[in-house]
């Protein structure tokens, strides 16, 4: 916030271009007391969903599991029986337990994708009574509390996986068997409202939060069953999701359930001691991050601008490493990481753009930062095009060889255009090359939906000893600035001599006598 004063004769402007004035003549000196500014900066925050499917998916239909955990503990039960206790997690969060391998029972929690919504008794414990999750999702939990207290109660626990995340909201409903038991009665509980429907029932959940040492800091409540109700037709048993605002215990790091009905006996409650949730909501602070322009040219290069990332809240007594990765590297590039320190709550980082030298107009490119404990931030910069059409020419090799000559070709070249729109070919000249040294197509073209094609080299035996020559070759199209590439010829001719004569027949009959001097040298001694 940038607070600056001037003279109110209308000699500034405000941000509309109107001229200000003061509102009452001034004389001298004259003004107002800054006080105080204030900055309200409100935290963005990102759910994700906690639905049991990612267990669930290990399941046949119509089945559950409740135990026992292959890596829990076994140990001796209230009961005297040998007990397993143990836990399972989906999607970061851990549930309890704990199974008893002598009578094939359990408490806390189990999963479930059975549909059963009519079938009454305990059998059929493991069924939600809408027949199925949340919003028709195939998979939920199911809690059994143990109201003799024996037994942990059914407990959510966040892991290294929720570092960070916050108890939103969760669905709740009624297992068929506790609904039809408080429906219509069975051999251990009472029908809700009695024989007359008067009766002041109700069947009560409540989660408790705690935090890290397990103190208690806060608690919520809600009523599977109430029949509290002066006027009978608002009793209700609840028989379908029902989101449960959990956010007065987000700072909790585990959540307790349990359960408390008014039909109970000397052994705890009557009520069938069993619920379902599902679709477990959990938050994070999503990453502050910030990019100082809205724009950058692909040839302002390294540097090009600046982004910030930042961290909420007042603990700043540990350095925090925020991870960065861009979308498209191709456009924009970004370190890998970086750095908050010790007592500060933003750093900068650089944002660089890359030339990619093609023509593809401008490009929005989106920059995430991402550090444990935070859900992901993210902002986008647009990369504006600097490049124009142009072909480029390439060989496959630097030289060749005038003993290449013939087929197959000596060399493969490939002519690319920079484009990104490829819906129609591009016929493509090529000219400038020494065709007594090579010989290559004088047109060819690009097909659609390609970038680019290969076209033919040729080496030339000239039979002159001319040593290597460097050979040209320019690719020419409309709309598109040319591109020239190089290729040496090596020469393969040795230097020789030729031996002519003319004319190139004789006749003995022509021949002139030859003095040999045998006859006088026949008198000389050796």
Do not use: C
């Amino acid at each position: 916030v940038k607070i600056v004063d001037i003279p109110g004769d209308g000699t500034y402007l405000d941000t509309s271009g109107t001229p200000i004035y003061d509102p009452y003549p001034t004389v001298d000196s004259a003004g107002v007391d800054l006080e105080a500014v204030g900055v309200i900066h409100a935290v963005e925050y990102a759910g994700s969903l906690v639905g049991f499917e990612d267990v669930g998916a290990g399941l046949e239909d119509e089945s559950y599991w409740n135990g026992p955990d292959p890596d829990g503990q076994q140990q001796t039960g209230p009961y005297d029986d040998t007990i397993v206790v143990g836990q399972f997690e989906s999607d970061g969060l851990s549930f309890n337990n704990t199974y008893s391998l002598d009578y094939d029972s359990w408490t806390g929690w189990a999963y479930s994708n059975t549909t059963d919504t009519t079938t009454a008794g305990f059998q059929n414990q493991f069924s939600a009574v809408t027949g199925g999750g949340a919003e028709g999702s195939p998979t939920y939990g199911v809690a059994f509390y143990d109201s003799s207290g024996a037994f942990a109660p059914p407990t959510v626990s966040r892991t290294s996986d929720t570092l960070g995340a916050s108890f939103q909201s969760l669905m709740v409903t009624n297992t068929t068997y506790a609904a039809l038991s408080m429906l219509t009665g069975d051999s251990f509980a009472k029908k809700f409202g009695g024989t007359d429907g008067t009766d002041a029932d109700w069947l009560r959940l409540t989660i408790y939060g705690r935090d890290e040492s397990e103190q208690t800091i806060g608690e919520v409540e809600f009523y599977l069953a109430d029949y509290r109700f002066d006027d009978g037709s608002l009793d209700y048993i609840v028989d379908e999701w029902t989101e449960v605002d959990i956010s007065s215990l987000s700072d909790a790091t585990t959540l307790t359930f349990e359960l408390a009905s008014s039909d109970t006996g000397g052994l705890g409650m009557n009520t069938p001691a069993f619920f379902a949730i599902d679709n477990v909501v959990l938050t994070r602070e999503i990453l502050p991050l910030e990019i100082q322009v809205d724009s950058v040219a692909e040839g302002d290069g390294m540097n090009a601008a600046v982004g910030l990332v930042g961290r909420n809240g007042g603990d700043l007594s540990q350095p925090i490493t925020i991870y960065l990765t861009s979308d498209d590297s191709t456009e924009i590039d970004v370190p890998p990481s970086v750095t908050i320190p010790i007592g500060e709550a933003v750093a900068e980082f650089p944002i660089h753009a890359v030339d990619d030298e093609i023509v593809d107009g401008t490009q929005t490119v989106f920059i995430t930062a991402s550090a444990d404990g935070y859900a992901s931030g993210r902002a986008s910069i647009d990369v504006t095009d600097d490049d124009v059409l142009t072909l480029t020419i390439a060989t496959s090799q630097e030289a060749i060889s005038e003993a290449d000559a013939g087929s197959p070709p000596a060399a493969m070249g490939r002519v690319s255009r920079n484009s990104t729109d490829f819906s129609e070919p591009l016929t493509v000249q090529l000219t400038g090359a020494d065709d007594s040294e090579l010989l290559v197509p004088d047109s060819i073209e690009i097909p659609i939906g390609s970038a680019s094609v290969e076209f033919p080299i040729a080496a030339v035996d000239d039979t002159v000893v001319d040593g290597p020559q460097t050979v040209a070759m320019t690719a020419t199209a409309d709309g598109y600035a040319s591109g020239t590439a190089t290729i040496d010829v090596l020469d393969d001719d040795e230097l020789t001599l030729v031996v002519t004569a003319t004319p190139d027949s004789v006749s003995e009959a022509t021949a002139q006598p030859t003095a040999r001097f045998e006859d006088v040298g026949a008198t000389i001694g050796h």
